[in-house]
Every structure is written in structure tokens, then in C-alpha cells.
């Protein structure tokens, strides 16, 4: 199993960024996907997660501004992120579960910097 995320970088606050996650080694059209982050000395946060048949759901901070999607034809996952804040600012992680806890399997990570 390998997951890839690419597309992070530095963003002035109020900009946009669009992660991609590229999954090899497993089924990935029957998987459910997620993103997470884990900011400068905090713990890991669960950000957004997408399921086989595309239901998606999202955590409490994120308030419309992130979108989750797939392409099963890429065996990608997208987060895309709009009205960044510098509190957004994080390394993200995409994993082949729905949650953190039904995770098993994770990315190298992209850092996500938000900063004027």
C-alpha cells in the first residue's frame, strides 16, 4: 500500500489550495479515504473523510470552506481547501479509512502553510 499527497505549499490567508492524495496497492474504489492534519505541536486532527459510495463528512472547523472528493479512475483523493487561515497551517496526511481509527495505512504527508 502506498499513498502520495502532493500540492501543499505557502498561501496568504483567504487563498486556496487543492491536496491530491495517489493510492496504489489496494482496492481503492471499495476504500473509504480520508485527511487529517497535525499542526506544530498538536495532536493529529481528523479533517475529512469520503467513503466508497462518495458520502462524505467533515469536521466541525472546517465550515464549508473544504471540499473532499475522488477519482476512482486515478486512484486519487482531493482536498480542496478554500478561505485558508493561518490556523490551518499544518502538515496533512491522507489515509485509507473514513476516520483516523479505522485507519491503517498513511501518507508521507504535505505541509500546508498559511501565512501573509
Known amino acids: 500500500v502506498q499513498l502520495v499527497e502532493s500540492g501543499g505549499g505557502l498561501v496568504q490567508p483567504g487563498g486556496s489550495l487543492r491536496l491530491s492524495c495517489t493510492a496504489s496497492?489496494?482496492?481503492?474504489?471499495?476504500?473509504?479515504m480520508s485527511w487529517a492534519r497535525q499542526a506544530p505541536g498538536k495532536g493529529l486532527e481528523w479533517v475529512s473523510g469520503?467513503?466508497?459510495?462518495?458520502?462524505?463528512d467533515y469536521g466541525d472547523f472546517v465550515k464549508g470552506r473544504f471540499t473532499i472528493s475522488r477519482d476512482n479512475a486515478k486512484n486519487t483523493v482531493y482536498l480542496t481547501m478554500n478561505n485558508l487561515k493561518v490556523e490551518d497551517t499544518a502538515v496533512y496526511y491522507c489515509?485509507?479509512?473514513?476516520?483516523?481509527?479505522?485507519?491503517?495505512?498513511w501518507g508521507q504527508g504535505t505541509q500546508v502553510t498559511v501565512s501573509s
Open positions: 489515509a485509507n479509512g473514513l476516520y483516523i481509527n479505522d485507519s491503517t495505512e
Open positions: 496497492g489496494f482496492t481503492f474504489s471499495s476504500s473509504a
Open positions: 469520503i467513503d466508497s459510495d462518495g458520502i462524505t
